[in-house]
C-alpha cells in the first residue's frame, strides 16, 4: 500500500483547509484509515480515523467538531476537511494505514510522506 497527502499549507486562524489522501494497492487486513499529526517536539497523535465503508469515524478530542474525515471510495482517497483552524493545529500531517476491529483502530504502521500546516494568529 502507498499512500500520498495532499493539501496543506500556511493558513490564519480562524480558516479551513483541506487535505486529501489518495492510497494505491491494498493489504489484506487494512479496513481503516486515519490521519495522525506531529507538532514540533511532539509525538504522532491521532487526529481522525474512518472505516472503508464510512460507517464509522472517531475523532481526537482536540479536533472534535471542527474536523471532519470523509471517503470517496471510487477514488481510493480520504479526505479531511479542517474548519476554524487554531495555531495548536500546527503539525505535520500524515495519512495512515490502519485496521479497525472491535471499536478500535490499529495502524498498519502504513504511512504518507506527510504534508506540513501552519496557521498563524
Known amino acids: 500500500v502507498q499512500l500520498e497527502e495532499a493539501g496543506g499549507g500556511s493558513v490564519q486562524a480562524g480558516t479551513s483547509l483541506s487535505l486529501s489522501c489518495a492510497a494505491s494497492?491494498?493489504?489484506?487486513?487494512?479496513?481503516?484509515m486515519g490521519w495522525f499529526r506531529e507538532g514540533r517536539g511532539r509525538s504522532r497523535d491521532l487526529v481522525a480515523t474512518?472505516?472503508?465503508?464510512?460507517?464509522?469515524?472517531n475523532y481526537g478530542d482536540s479536533v472534535k467538531g471542527r474536523f471532519t474525515i470523509s471517503r470517496d471510495n471510487a477514488k481510493n482517497t480520504v479526505t479531511l476537511q479542517m474548519n476554524d483552524l487554531k495555531p495548536e493545529d500546527t503539525a505535520k500531517y500524515y495519512c495512515?494505514?490502519?485496521?479497525?476491529?472491535?471499536?478500535?483502530?490499529?495502524?498498519?504502521?502504513?504511512w504518507g510522506q506527510g504534508t506540513q500546516v501552519t496557521v498563524s494568529s
Open positions: 495512515n494505514a490502519g485496521s479497525y476491529y472491535s471499536g478500535t483502530y490499529y495502524s498498519l504502521a502504513i
Open positions: 474512518i472505516t472503508n465503508d464510512g460507517s464509522v469515524t
Open positions: 494497492g491494498s493489504a489484506s487486513s487494512m479496513n481503516a
